[in-house]
């Protein structure tokens, strides 16, 4: 096989002019298309792999797949090929860095340039999910960053088409780092979308926090960590990332897929939300921990001092300015704080105070006599769930979110689609979540979590085939709306029912349009 230099000629076409990149499986070349008159960049690949008839076959296909991606954020094929033993690729040729190269430059990245980053990676996995095609790869190497600005991902299917079903080892010898894979890539297990997913989380970590989320000696045991641990909180490391932020990363690193985002519409969806220039939840910027004296590294986070009172190593406490001290007086209103704490924290744990009001906290309501011999008020357990679009084109609002509603976790959600008004760009009147209670049960208290405020929405009772008339509250209402604490809390006129419908009538604003969101609910009642 004649050696890779320049001027070599492929195809009678392509004339190679300079290596720019050289991987564990391929070299990339600036090239000149003489047919067209164009630069384009030619990626060849290892002469190991290019000799397998098995990679061979898996390669053409999945370069076909590829090759039908058009996208302004996934660089184009235009061409494959095979000449005396040298396979290879022929691409749009892209000037700029890889993100690996501006994450190596600058350490942790700000929010707001990270999200920016993102999003157009989450528009291109979109479009080759839609089509079948899973990435298996994403990294910072396959993420390319142009001199503009641009953001164009590379690479698409590569990783099926080069490993197939060789075991971990192989590919971690092969791709360099298997720092991005997910678990069950890992584990050799089927793989989907969300693998990707999972693996873009992994990279807006690094971004954030200015390091991976798992680290161990091998590239090996660190793929490994990720099937028993979960990484360090994000804002443990870096406390300036705001918590909608951090929750987006957290449920992208979900062990078990059913957990993560279900498409990379709804992470990119979330992740516009937790935009800090959309309006997200913010927190006060700190100094980076790491620059923090008197704190050491240790398994699971950073150990040492209180972050504002550890004093610089080798100075006497006279020497710290007095404004830097902590003063004995601030000990006062720490103790009433604490106090305070504690006994809102008893009062809720005993059922007679919970969350709500003008002030955050409210007594709960007393137990009634009666017919139920005045047995306080539980839990009702959410058996199950469905979405309720009937004025929809296909009668659905993302169905495979809506366990996301009732599974404990505030950092998960089932978001409506985006529209153009509150009023659902006048498509239709509304859309809901339905719940089954499993069971008859006497309903005295719907609670509603959300990510999103300002929507509007009513509470039915019954089968969606027959749902009641809109349930009223103690004091009359029919109608609510969702808090700016993210919570509302609606105690209702007891109902005998076994299901209830979250009626959503109008939508609050998100991100310059409107949706509703439910990241959990959870109803309070007595046995029927």
Same mark, same amino acid.
């Given at each position: ?227 028993? /641990? ?160 009937? /004025? ?52 005295? /208290? ?11 929405? /009513? ?70």
């Amino acid at each position: 096989m004649e050696a890779l230099a320049p001027e070599r000629r492929l195809a009678g076409r392509y004339v190679l002019k300079e290596l720019i990149a050289a991987g564990g499986m391929a070299f990339v070349w600036q090239a000149l298309d003489e047919v067209l008159a164009r630069t384009v960049a030619v990626k060849v690949l290892r002469h190991d792999l290019g000799e397998d008839p098995t990679f061979a076959q898996r390669f053409q296909a999945e370069a076909v797949a590829a090759a039908r991606l058009t996208h302004p954020n996934i660089i184009s094929i235009f061409d494959t090929g095979d000449e005396e033993g040298l396979r290879y690729i022929v691409m749009e040729y892209f000037a700029g860095s890889t993100l690996a190269d501006l994450m190596q430059a600058r350490g942790q990245t700000d929010p707001d340039e990270a999200i920016g980053l993102i999003l157009p990676v989450l528009s291109a996995l979109a479009l080759a999910h839609s089509h079948g095609l899973i990435h298996r790869d994403i990294k910072p190497g396959n993420v390319l960053v142009g001199e503009d600005g641009r953001v164009k991902v590379t690479d698409f299917g590569i990783a099926k088409a080069a490993f197939g079903d060789l075991d971990l080892t192989t590919t971690g010898a092969v791709l360099g780092t298997v720092r991005y894979l997910s678990p069950e890539q890992v584990q050799g297990d089927r793989i989907d979308a969300r693998s990707d997913l999972y693996s873009l989380g992994v990279v807006l970590y690094e971004m954030l926090t200015g390091r991976p989320p798992f680290v161990a000696e091998t590239d090996v045991a660190t793929a490994m960590m990720r099937l028993t /641990q979960n990484p360090t909180a994000p804002r443990d490391i870096r406390p300036e990332i705001s918590r909608s932020l951090e929750a987006v990363m957290i449920r992208a690193l979900e062990r078990d897929p059913d957990d993560r985002y279900s498409s990379a519409e709804a992470m990119r969806s979330a992740l516009e939300r937790a935009a800090p220039g959309r309006g997200a939840a913010r927190t006060q910027a700190l100094p980076p921990i790491a620059g923090q004296p008197g704190r050491r590294w240790a398994a699971g986070g950073w150990r040492g001092g209180d972050e504002r009172t550890d004093r610089p190593e080798g100075r006497a406490a006279s020497q710290i300015p007095a404004g830097s001290a902590f003063r004995s007086w601030m000990l006062i209103p720490l103790i009433v704080i604490v106090v305070a704490a504690v006994a809102i924290a008893l009062g809720v744990a005993l059922g007679r105070l919970q969350f709500g009001g003008p002030l955050g906290i409210r007594g709960a309501p007393a137990a009634s006599g009666g017919q139920t011999g005045g047995t306080a008020a539980t839990p009702v357990r959410i058996t199950g769930s469905k979405d309720f679009d009937p /004025q929809g084109s296909d009668h659905s609002e993302h169905p495979d979110e809506v366990h996301l509603a009732f599974d404990g976790k505030s950092s998960t959600a089932w978001t409506t689609d985006h529209y153009s008004s509150p009023q659902f760009g006048q498509l239709k009147h509304g859309l809901g979540l339905w719940v089954s209670l499993g069971k008859d049960a006497e309903v005295q /208290q719907v609670t509603v979590d959300s990510p999103i405020t300002g929507w509007r929405f /009513q509470i039915q009772s019954g089968p969606l085939d027959h749902l009641s008339d809109p349930l009223r509250s103690t004091d009359g209402g029919t109608t609510f709306e969702m808090e700016p604490s993210g919570q509302t809390v609606i105690h209702l006129q007891p109902v005998k029912t076994s299901a209830l419908l979250v009626w959503i009538i109008e939508l609050g604003p998100d991100g310059g349009r409107f949706a509703a969101a439910i990241s959990e609910i959870s109803v309070l009642g007595k046995p029927a």
